[in-house]
């Protein structure tokens, strides 16, 4: 490798650098990796003041040999390669005396940066196979891209911290580590799935789990407003908050791009961990406030799609008095007279795209439809690991996404308050009223058979594996009780109370039908005290 | 915030003064736009970026139906002459259109509008998604049938204007027929066309049925049916059986695969001489495995290509400047930003310091001087350019054919070789270079032809050799090379001169070194035909330069690799990324960690959470994830193992929390297997 061979146009002081210059390059190169995940306008600012001052020319030449760092199994003998160049190293790095303090931070991001990009060159499990193909032409090309060299400011003016001697060696070192892991194990960023560990997972005899319940605490379960006060009064640590806060301003950077690729036709997909909401939220109040914009909670439990069409079609677009057959035709309507008024836009904004109830092909079929139309723009997010298995080809295209990493960190405090979560306690309340509303309609002889199903469980739900009350049973005493006459009464008195979700009908091995109300015990019992 | 979260409903309207077009009925047509709303509308970048991109658009529709017209024609004529003798079997056409569904929306929409014009107003368009059941495919054909023809013979304001419209319930095959005897006076006339553009994702039996009545009316009603198949002919034959098929007589069409599609773009719509926007080695590289492995889609590419382009210009002014000719108006435009704006491009630094002291002193301060510097080195990129386009289409069509294809077989692979690195310094282009020295006269003399007639075409390549009469002057002489002179071999071999006797071991030697040593003379065309090949290898060498080298390259080459996560985006690996190292986000000095497994009590609770849940088979019981959960973040009380532990709320609470977001994320779910046991649905890490 003639890396060190340094091209003609080299600064004067570049050359007195000259020693160091293998390591430095380890800095340029993640650093160039970094910078080429930032759009190109930040680039371009950051080059500019760099012009400005004085500064040494790196030339990627040097830096190439550790481009391949994590490239792939292919480049075997040319990382062995490189962990010769870099052994002198280590004893080098004396020698340096300071390395500017923003430089440093900036070589830890980069380190970071540049494994999170190898590893997203993955680009999901279906185009691992290509991704390697191009980052081995990468590694081979970047001797001739010099278009990328990378400038950095001068080591001399920087903030005058020193770097101590062992924290550049363990930057080496971890350099060594991450490149050598690569060809002897894969690197544990590195997104993979690996199928054997499937069967590791899988075949081995049934887990054991301990038999611990959480009733062994003296809280079991918090409920959802206790949940919901300590959770404001979490603190997140000054660090961490302020990095979110720049995920939120770097958002902000971006909004003209994104209204811009959205009038060329492009829709947006957010991706990435922490709630989405706000970045939508922010786009919506910031650049389409004067817009027409229809928001959309996909996670919201009982969203329907039909909801989300009448909605355009009512409120926005006043088509009053139309019915549709279907939900395709009702988009088709939708997109027909958006299509006569070219000059306005309507925009979507959907929270969780990948949400619940709009998991199906139907709901996604129609949002692709909405969305492919000209002054129809579509912002979802997406949060569920395998939300993009939700689209076929025939729908990405339509969709025409842009996607965008927007990873917040923020917690999904909106987005889970639906969930019926395991850990929380449910207070019942709501159940509780409903109850007590629907048994208040009730006929008398339709209050007496709830009453006697409710009796029944009272009395019965001792054990846990409490099966219900056989629907025969309960038949002949209602017919004690004067309350029925025949079956089928009673089972026309039922289906209300399934229809209400107060009964639950529930067909056993051998046939028979049990009655169970899905309800807390604790709560039946307080229902049957305010009855009787 | 808070106006978008309800308990009670899920979509919320911000209506702001939308409004609706008011005019119903039948006089309504499509209106133009009048403009684009981009913010950017008034940038000069996002001006030349629109004008190339409409340019772009137009001529990839008129390609479009340049590639489609062959089949289109078949197609036309096959269905104008349907019934033109009496038939026992409804005609129809299965049209192979490959596996891209996307891409034919337009090729069938094509499709549609011509047989309008052409054969028969009456055409049908069906896909399966409105089609469930056979009375939706009934009521839709008809509907599409009679009602559309309302509408035309309302455009054309014909005295029919008075029937009323038809509501879709009523429609039914009696009702078709009677119109269309009515129409045409109990004759057979017009056909009634029928496309299935998805065959495939048609119900079969709704199909079946379908073909069965129709086939009963097939002496009133004039049926053609267009199948859309997508897969292979078979799925015609699993979809129809025997009672069925012999029902329709079916005449199969092939389309051109859309690899045949995407090199015609490429060629003549991407690389054309309007177009100055060429896209860097790895970035076409990505384009084009994402078409050739991920989903065959043209219009994907074409829309990645759009992307590609919109992110190059929405850099800056500079990018004004990528256009192919008219540098000047467009300088005389530029503000002082402007030109800093281009000052800040990476390859004009290597240019400055090559200069003078005194001129990089002008061109960093005078905009006049910089703007002659700028014109200057744009036409040196823009001949480069033309001639790059050019070359490497001669060197294609030269080395296209070799064995095995070293450079690859078409434009594209070329391309992106040759503007990654310089393409006489490969291996392969040597390899391609030395199996060209082996090619017969005929192969020869073809390809110098064809080469000579691609040059001839494009007029526009700047060279100081004028390859277009060497070519000629080659042609010429290899003509004049009779055959004989080819054949001629010189037979002048040295006599084996056999001295006395030797072991057979020596004899084989010698001979192995005499064959060795004997450099065979070449014959006349051989000589030519070394000529001919270092004349090109010349050529090629002196003007295939790369991109790189030239000052102000990035104005027409875009090379930004990072867009692919905009483009197939990398939903999974962010997350995991996001849970395994948040430090890679958040870029603090808390979390830091050597490896994956290392977890720190100053990580994101749900980070923890995950990590520890990793740890767990397939099934994890909550108290003890909760246990290990806080001996991250509570060590002290960990240990105390009393029979009711109590837990600091507010750790239960993040803990509670960090579960809820798992679940919502896709890892765990509550399971009913065990209590307080929730099952993992993730395996590996």
Known sequence: MDDEVLPSSVSPRKSTRNRKSTQKGVAFEIELQRKMEKNQQQIDEEDDDEFSGEEIQIEDTVASNVALAGKDIYSFDRVKKLERLETPKKENTKSIPKTPHHLRKRIGKGIKSSIAEDFSSDGGEAYENTASDYSASESESSNSDSSEDVDVEDISDGGGETVKAPAMKGLVARIQKESGSRTSKKSTSEYVIRTEEYFSNNATKKSTTSNHTLSKLKTPRLNQEELQRLLKKTAVSEEHRSSICNFGEECKDNFNRWICLLHENFNLLFYGLGSKRNVLHEFHELVLKDQPVLVVNGFFPSLTLKDILDAITHDMLQMQGESFANVFSNCEAIVDAFAEIPDQHLYLLVHNIDGDMLRNHKAQAALAMLASARNIHLVASIDHINAPLVWDHNKLSKFNFVWWDCTSFLPYTDETSFESSMMVQRTGNLALSSLRNVFLSLTSNAKGIYKLILKYQLDHNTSQYYQGLLFKDLYWSCREAFLVSSDLVLRAQLTEFVDHKMVKLKRSADGAEYLIIPIATNLLQQFSNEQT | ?685
């Open chain 2, 1 to 685: 915030m808070e106006s978008t979260v309800s308990v009670s409903k899920g979509v919320f309207v911000f209506k702001n003064g939308l409004q609706p077009n008011k005019q119903k009925g039948r006089g309504r047509k499509k209106k133009i736009p009048t403009g684009t709303g981009n913010i950017y509308r008034d940038e000069m970048w996002f001006q030349t970026y629109t004008e190339l991109w409409e340019v772009l658009e137009s001529k990839i529709k008129e390609l479009n139906s340049d590639m489609f017209s062959s089949i289109l024609s078949n197609l036309l004529n096959f269905i104008d002459g349907s019934y033109c003798k009496p038939v026992t079997e409804i005609p129809a056409g299965a049209l192979l259109t490959g596996i891209n569904m996307p891409d034919h929306a337009v090729q069938f929409e094509t499709l549609k509008s011509s047989i309008n014009e052409k054969i028969s107003p009456h055409v049908a368009h069906l896909s399966s998604q409105d089609c469930p059941s056979l009375k939706n495919l009934v009521e839709n054909m008809i509907n599409q049938f009679i009602n559309e023809d309302i509408d035309y013979d309302l455009d054309e304001e014909n005295v029919k204007s008075t029937k009323v419209k038809i509501k879709k319930s009523q429609c039914s095959f009696t009702l078709l027929q009677s119109w269309y005897e009515d129409l045409y006076n109990n004759k057979v006339d017009n056909v009634l066309v029928v496309i299935l553009p998805d065959f495939e994702s048609f119900k079969e039996n709704v199909l079946q049925d379908f073909i069965q009545i129709a086939s009963y009316y097939v002496n009133k009603l004039p049926f053609v049916l267009v199948f859309g198949i997508a897969t292979s002919l078979s799925a015609l034959h699993k979809a129809l059986p025997y009672h069925v098929s012999s029902k329709i007589n079916i005449q199969v069409f092939n389309s051109q695969p859309s690899i045949t599609y995407l090199n015609k773009i490429i060629e003549n719509v991407l690389f054309s001489n309007d177009c100055p926007f060429y896209l860097g080695g790895k970035l076409f590289a990505l384009f084009t495995d994402i078409f050739l492995f991920y989903d065959f889609s043209v219009t994907g590419f074409i829309q990645n290509f759009k992307f590609a382009m919109l992110e190059h210009f929405s850099t800056g002014n500079a990018k004004a400047l990528c256009i192919t000719h008219g540098f000047s108006e467009v300088l005389k435009n530029f503000s002082k930003e402007d030109f800093e704006n281009v000052r800040m491009l990476h390859s004009f630094r290597r240019f400055v310091e090559a200069e003078s002291p005194k001129n990089q002193i002008e061109l960093l301060t005078d905009d006049k001087y910089f703007q002659k510097a700028i014109k200057k080195e744009l036409n040196k990129l823009i001949y480069y350019m033309n001639n790059l386009v050019v070359l490497l289409e001669c060197l294609n069509i030269l080395t296209a054919d070799l064995p095995k294809a070293p450079l690859g077989k078409t434009f594209r692979e070329i391309y992106c070789v040759a503007v990654s690195k310089k393409l006489s310094e490969t291996v392969e282009f040597k390899e391609a270079f030395q199996l060209l020295s082996f090619q017969s006269k005929d192969e020869l003399l073809t390809k110098i032809d064809s080469v000579l007639n691609l040059l001839k075409n494009n007029i526009e390549i700047y060279t100081e050799e004028n390859i277009v009469d060497d070519l000629k002057t080659f042609i010429e002489e290899l003509n004049n090379l009779s055959n004989d002179q080819v054949e001629e071999v010189q037979e002048d071999l040295d006599c084996l001169n056999i001295e006395g006797t030797m072991q057979r071991a020596q004899l084989k030697q010698k001979l192995f070194q005499q064959a060795k040593s004997q450099n065979k003379p070449m014959n006349a065309y051989e000589k030519f035909r070394s000529k001919v090949v270092e004349y090109f290898e010349h050529i090629f060498e002196e003007y295939l330069k790369v991109p790189t080298d030239f000052t102000f390259h990035e104005i027409f080459f875009y090379n930004d690799i990072s867009i692919q996560n905009h483009i197939i985006g990398s939903h999974r690996a962010a997350i995991h990324t996001a849970l395994n190292d948040p430090q890679s986000y958040l870029d603090c000095s808390c979390c830091g960690i050597s490896n994956d497994a290392v977890i720190l009590s100053s990580m994101p609770d749900i980070c923890i959470a995950y990590k520890l849940h990793l740890e767990y088979g397939k099934m994890i019981n909550l108290y003890d994830w909760l246990q290990a959960f806080l001996s991250i973040l509570d060590p002290v009380h960990a240990d105390d193992d009393n029979e009711k532990r109590e837990v600091d709320p507010q750790l239960q609470a993040r803990f509670t929390q960090s579960v809820a977001e798992m679940e919502f994320l896709g890892f765990v779910k509550s399971s009913k297997r065990k209590t307080d046991h929730v099952s993992r649905l993730t395996w590996g890490g």
